[in-house]
């Protein structure tokens, strides 16, 4: 089953403008990471927050976490054409499985 | 430069073949991992392995198999008991595993489908 949920599935915003996007997850985690997924290629890991941390930055992305609420939110300020693509939240919960749990992802297009 | 090569890029199969996706990794990392995307979803985990000749099955295992002779590399085998094997197939690594709040790698994955 999916862990993480994006809100919203797709966001269409202008060159310039922020974009947020938002991920929900069922069960405690110990991380949670946002990767970005350029059309036909792999994964991109964008940022990594640990469970007992509440903001991270990394040049243009600012992620939150809000572990009372289960939920993590993305940030990409002062958006670049470039930056059109899906953005998945990943979540990793421990307790022996090691693999990561991806939501259905957010697709952001960024009209110039 | 390091990182993590997925071949072939498209692969087409026949009705009743198996067939083998290739991935090796030149990052040194430990774990390494498979993943299967459908259009419109996200990544759902097939396969995983921590150590060289060890792995795990993950969420939707059946129909695939596995090995790690290597540390290098680790393919897949998408075999005729996969009903419905038409996805994007992405593989990863990464040190340690995700356990030590490493981020993954991922190559830039095989679409396959069948014929």
């Known amino acids: 089953s999916q862990q993480g949920e994006e809100d919203p599935q797709a966001l269409s915003i202008q060159e310039g403008e922020n974009a947020t996007m938002n991920c929900s997850y069922k069960t405690s985690i110990n991380n949670l990471q946002w990767y970005r997924q350029n059309s036909g290629r792999g994964l991109v890991h964008l940022i990594l927050i640990r469970s007992n941390e509440r903001e991270k930055h990394s040049g243009r992305l600012r992620v939150t976490l809000d572990t009372s609420k289960k939920s993590s939110s993305l940030l990409i300020t002062a958006s670049r054409a470039a930056d059109t693509a899906s953005y998945f939240c990943?979540?990793?919960?421990?307790?022996?499985?090691?693999?990561?749990?991806f939501g259905k992802g957010t697709h952001l297009i960024i009209q110039p | 430069d390091g990182g993590i090569t997925q071949s072939p890029k498209y692969l087409f199969r026949k009705e009743g073949q198996n067939v083998t996706l290739s991935c090796e990794q030149n990052l040194n990392h430990d774990a390494m991992y498979w993943y299967r995307q459908d259009p419109g979803q996200g990544l759902r985990l097939i396969y995983y392995?921590?150590?060289?000749?060890?792995?795990q099955k993950g969420d939707i295992a059946e129909g695939y198999s596995v090995s790690r002779e290597k540390k290098e590399s680790f393919p897949l085998t998408v075999t005729s008991a996969q009903k419905n094997p038409t996805a994007f197939y992405l593989c990863?690594?990464?040190?340690f595993g995700t356990g030590s709040f490493q981020p993954q790698h991922f190559g830039d994955g095989t679409r396959l489908s069948i014929l």
């Open positions: 990863a690594s990464s040190i």
């Open positions: 990943a979540t990793y919960s421990g307790g022996g499985a090691d693999g990561l749990t």
């Open positions: 392995s921590q150590i060289v000749n060890d792995f």
